[in-house]
């Protein structure tokens, strides 16, 4: 069976940027301290989730530049965001209020999410997507958890081996601060070398 992935990669896609949120984009412990010459200032916005008659409200802690470094790459109309995260379909609710405006309208990866979200089933979920694409494709992997000890970064790893990709460049953010400008200046210098 063929994935959504090589549809995507049949209409001109060459790099996938696989970003998670929480921890990634949505910073955990944002600090008017951090040293800039490392991390972003944060802004801090309320997100609304009505469902069924109940209001749940999420605190966003997000970077205006560090959105707006990700939009110069998604521009590429060769780029496809790919968002795997718990936030699932919710997520195209957030990329407006934060700015983020990629060329092409971005996916989410559905994976098996257990009682507890422990990550594991986004490798399994990525595959799925990515069945069939040629390993010319280029893929950017930014997860907080990819620093993890509990067999997510092993199976992620496995994952990207398996699908036998020849450019990859996999990122694990300080989930307290999300995307690091020193992170952000890789994931430009691995765009522009395989675009």
Not at 56 to 81: F, G, W
Not at 102 to 128: C, H, L
Request: hydrophobic content about 40%; some cysteine; glycine content about 8%.
């Amino acid at each position: 069976m063929t994935g959504r992935g090589k549809v995507l990669y049949d209409k001109g896609v060459r790099l996938f940027m696989v970003l998670d949120f929480d921890g990634v984009l949505n910073a955990f412990q944002p600090s008017r301290k951090v040293q800039r010459a490392y991390f972003w200032p944060m802004t801090t916005v309320k997100h609304v989730i009505v469902q069924g008659g109940s209001r749940r409200t999420y605190i966003l802690n997000y970077s205006k530049e560090m959105i707006a470094e990700l939009n110069i790459i998604m521009a590429d109309e060769k780029t496809q965001l790919l968002w795997l995260t718990a936030w699932k379909q919710e997520i195209l609710y957030v990329e407006p209020e934060i700015g983020l405006r990629p060329t092409r309208s971005s996916v989410v990866v559905d994976y098996a999410i257990r009682r507890y979200d422990d990550q594991i089933g986004k490798p399994a979920g990525f595959a799925a997507f990515m069945d069939g694409v040629p390993s010319d494709t280029a893929v950017c992997w930014v997860d907080d958890c990819l620093h993890a000890d509990f067999g997510y970064t092993t199976l992620v790893r496995d994952c990207l081996d398996e699908g036998g990709l020849t450019s990859v460049l996999t990122l694990a953010p300080d989930e307290r601060y999300g995307i690091s400008r020193a992170q952000m200046k890789r994931i430009h210098e691995f765009a522009d070398k395989v675009l």
